[in-house]
């Protein structure tokens, strides 16, 4: 079987397939290929294993630097939103998705970010909640109480309004800084 992605459903077509007998599927890192791209090598083996029960004998962690290798050989850039080696596949913004991915790692993410070797990664934005401004404060070392975090979410919002991006840790300190005071009580680790 050779999928090629011209509708983006090469994996979701290998995977079919196998499904119906094909013993030997191609693929190609990144899905790097001709016109849209082929079926990608990490996501048809993790739906292999995944949806199928095949095993694969991939080591999954590797896969994010192989990837990375292969681009810059290939001189293209990884897609920040591709299937589990983008920068984006495990990040999360959204207050409730944050909310929900604090209180149960599963709810948001069907794939654990440890398999491929990476880990969660919470941003903040327009669209982050009180429990994410508390979780990645807290990530960086910084204990807020409710009255802080009241005031920290909405010049967070408006920071990612206005420069339409998430602030960088350097950024949310200066914030912190700036509303609840470099005297506040912040205490570290």
């Not at 050779?2 to 119906?20: C, P, Y």
């Not at 996501?43 to 590797?62: I, S």
């Not at 206005?162 to 609840?180: F, G, H, M, Q, T």
């Amino acid at each position: 079987m050779h999928a090629h992605n011209d509708l983006g459903m090469a994996t979701a077509n290998t995977l079919a397939a196998v499904s119906a007998g094909a013993t030997s599927v191609n693929t190609t890192i990144l899905g790097l290929g001709e016109r849209a791209g082929n079926a990608a090598l990490e996501t048809v083996a993790l739906g292999l294993e995944r949806c199928l029960g095949v095993k694969t004998g991939v080591h999954f962690p590797a896969l994010p630097a192989l990837c990375q290798r292969v681009a810059e050989a290939a001189q293209r850039a990884i897609d920040p939103q591709q299937p589990l080696v983008g920068e984006l596949v495990f990040t999360h913004e959204s207050g409730v998705h944050v909310a929900a991915l604090l209180r149960d790692s599963e709810s948001y993410q069907s794939i654990a970010p440890s398999l491929m070797g990476r880990s969660y990664r919470l941003v903040l934005g327009k669209h982050s909640g009180r429990q994410a401004v508390n979780g990645v404060f807290d990530q960086m070392g910084y204990h807020l109480n409710a009255a802080q975090i009241n005031q920290l979410l909405p010049a967070i919002r408006r920071f990612a309004e206005n420069w339409k991006r998430s602030p960088k840790d350097y950024e949310l300190v200066a914030i912190y800084d700036e509303l609840c005071g470099e005297s506040a009580l912040r205490a570290r680790g």
